[in-house]
């Protein structure tokens, strides 16, 4: 039987995954292949902190050389994740004319443009499923089954981390400090969170898809973000009495020439499918011109999953490999659209004020919405009795600066003590 | 720019959606592929009545070798329906050595493993992604982004046209003859709606999936198979009061070498991502040995939805002829499984009683169920008062000939007027 023989970079959680689909299902693999895969080396930074893993004690090294320029590795698996060394090592293998296969959101986000013109220049591939959503297959139905369609826009609950912490706040009321400590026990968080709790991990994978679906690049740092760090318990129970639950969007969508591009915490449609992704799964949902809604939901992160969504990768490329077929990277170019603006759009938003409890407070408050153009919903005013008490509005779509002005009025009134909150609402699906 | 010239067999629903995408989203396709499509000619019955369609009337043609003997067409799409004469066109296309793209559920349900063969020996290939679930890719997700997972189950809503009546059933507490008569007039459901309600149409869908996750030919007329015509709106309500969504699911899954498969209504709990699956809307949940759980939702049937997966198809086609590889039809051969058994598996069940109200009635009944192997998750008796009342028990897993045996003891208790139902309950996810 023919083989194709690969080098891992990186021995972690992902290329543990991999190795471990590689044994487990070995058979079912090699006869779709036609022909074997051997992994033939993996360089690590200490080979000697690996001798008691399932792969040989001699396939680890720390030489990079030996892997990167080793003419019988045909593809590169690169699993370390982060920039640097990731970026370089990634670049070296394309010039070496080798395929690679990452899961690296990072180095896609920043510098997929560049990495796919390299891989053009050199005849080789560039793969990156495992880097958006895990092992859910996004960028294959966009750029594949999804081709012959214009993407309308896409909606995704793409880090996991905090739809787990969202998802126990609702269920269970605790406080946004409770449930990350619960998802750091878990596993669900890391030590450091902060990449997760402020959305810009989403904003990372966002950028990838953007590039995929629209052929434009963004700058994940470009992108209009924010996290959820803010969402109080008392925020998602009030959202919950109105029908919504909080979710972490990270959106991006056509609009009239310009593209809108944000990431963060927006009230969802119970309704809306998205409203039913809980816990650590995540979710894209698709716009087509052609296919209507398209819902993928699966694990976002996590050794064997997103080890699937690296292997699918391989085994095309091993397909490539053994049909010597023209590659094909620059999907990109396909794109005609220049969006004149990337911005983050127009939306309806969900405003929680605090005010004082006197006679035609509501109505001054309604006519400054009015004034400025930004029409209403819903109106929800709770608890009356106190000298204090929230005023909840759910506007219509309306323009950020339009509502910015009507709250600026708002917020010089001396019955409104404070505007606590200002959060997006997902247009029902 | 290179051009590939392709024949439409059909110019009904789809093929007017295949259309319709060519026209609106070209540039952006053939921008894509490198190269552009081009429409020779139109197979349809009688040429005559297609003077104003979207299309040039001198394409429509009703003699066949126009089209499946023109040396210049290389792909032939299918998009006719049913058995005969669709299945003739596609062997002869086959034996022409063109490609062939169909939307064909029962051709390739009933005749798949042969047109792969004979696809194979041609050098060409056959492709089907808009035969189950629409414009959801769940083909290719199986056979390419899956490609490296041993596939566990599939379970799926992939009839509309039930889920439809179901989920108008459960909104507003319709009858089911009420919401079929609304069905058929928002044209979810057609003038004779049996294939669809009776759940044939599902047998045929399963059928394919299980081919292409399992390897596993079962006909279609051989799935174990109840529809939704026997579900009231009163089961409907005991289910939701228990926390369940009645679904006509379709499944097939790995059972220690056996291959469970069947299509029945079925109670999904509230929190499992079928259940918020609403309206005509098609999803497939998919549980692989890497992957986990993934789902996949969208529009299961309509002109766009479905020509977006044969569009999708035609351009994957396209690449291939356009870089000479070799083609591969035979995925099915990388399955090592042949079952022992080809059922319909264990599972949890709703059993529904109709029983004198007396003392003692409950145990008789638990204690048959018990000695026959039949444990209970919870029983729920409504309505205390009358002189019959409902009782409702939901069993954890079980077989389904112990269960069997259990109610025919409970049958001939004279307290009990009636099994009512038995419905299966899907597992928590």
């Keep these: 039987m023919d083989k194709v023989v690969v080098g891992l970079l990186g021995f972690g959680n992902v290329g543990t995954g991999f190795a471990a689909i590689l044994e487990e299902n070995r058979v079912q693999i090699e006869d779709t292949l036609g022909c074997s895969i051997s992994i033939k080396k993996i360089l690590v930074r200490e080979p000697g902190k690996y001798k008691d893993t399932m792969m040989p004690e001699e396939l680890f090294t720390s030489n990079t050389n030996e892997i990167l320029a080793d003419p019988e590795i045909q593809i590169i698996i690169e699993l370390i994740g982060g920039?640097?060394?990731?970026?370089?090592?990634?670049?070296?293998?394309l010039k070496h004319g080798k395929h690679v296969v990452t899961a690296n959101k990072a180095v896609i986000a920043l510098y997929g443009k560049e990495?796919?013109?390299?891989?053009?220049?050199?005849?080789?591939?560039?793969r990156f499923e495992g880097s958006v959503g895990g092992g859910i297959p996004i960028i294959a139905s966009l750029t594949k089954s999804l081709a012959a369609n214009q993407i309308e826009e896409i909606v995704g609950i793409i880090n996991g981390t905090t739809n787990y912490i969202l998802t126990r706040m609702d269920e269970t009321g605790m406080s946004f400090e409770d449930a990350l400590q619960e998802a750091q026990a878990k596993g669900f968080a890391e030590a450091d969170p902060s990449s997760d709790i402020e959305g810009e991990d989403a904003a990372f994978k966002l950028a990838i898809l953007a590039h995929v679906a629209f052929g434009v690049h963004v700058s994940p740092k470009e992108i209009p973000c924010s996290g959820i760090n803010q969402i109080s318990e008392k925020e998602i129970d009030f959202a919950k009495q109105l029908g919504y639950k909080i979710k972490l969007l990270a959106a991006v969508r056509r609009n009239n020439g310009s593209l809108d591009i944000h990431v963060h915490p927006t009230l969802v449609p119970f309704e809306h499918p998205l409203a039913a992704v809980s816990n650590e799964f995540n979710a894209l949902f698709i716009n087509g011109n052609a296919v209507g809604q398209l819902m993928l939901y699966g694990k976002g992160a996590g050794a064997l999953p997103t080890g699937s969504a690296v292997f699918g990768d391989v085994m095309e490329v091993v397909q490539i490999i053994r049909n010597p077929i023209r590659v094909e990277n620059s999907f990109v170019n396909r794109h005609r659209f220049v969006p004149k603006i990337i911005g983050s759009g127009s939306s309806a938003y969900y405003i929680r004020?605090?005010?004082?409890?006197?006679?035609?407070?509501?109505?001054?408050?309604?006519?400054?919405?009015?004034?400025?153009?930004?029409?209403?919903?819903?109106?929800?005013?709770?608890?009356?009795?106190?000298?204090?008490?929230p005023l909840i509005f759910v506007t219509h779509e309306a323009e950020r600066d339009k509502l910015n002005a009507a709250l600026n009025e708002i917020r010089e009134m001396n019955t409104v003590e404070e505007v606590a909150s200002i959060l997006m609402v997902q247009r029902k699906s």
């Design 115 to 126: 990495l796919f013109a390299l891989a053009d220049q050199n005849g080789v591939s560039i």
């Design 353 to 389: 004020l605090q005010v004082a409890d006197r006679p035609g407070v509501l109505g001054k408050i309604t006519t400054a919405f009015g004034r400025n153009g930004v029409s209403l919903e819903s109106v929800v005013q709770r608890g009356r009795g106190g000298s204090s008490v």
């Design 83 to 93: 920039v640097q060394p990731a970026y370089d090592y990634i670049t070296q293998a």
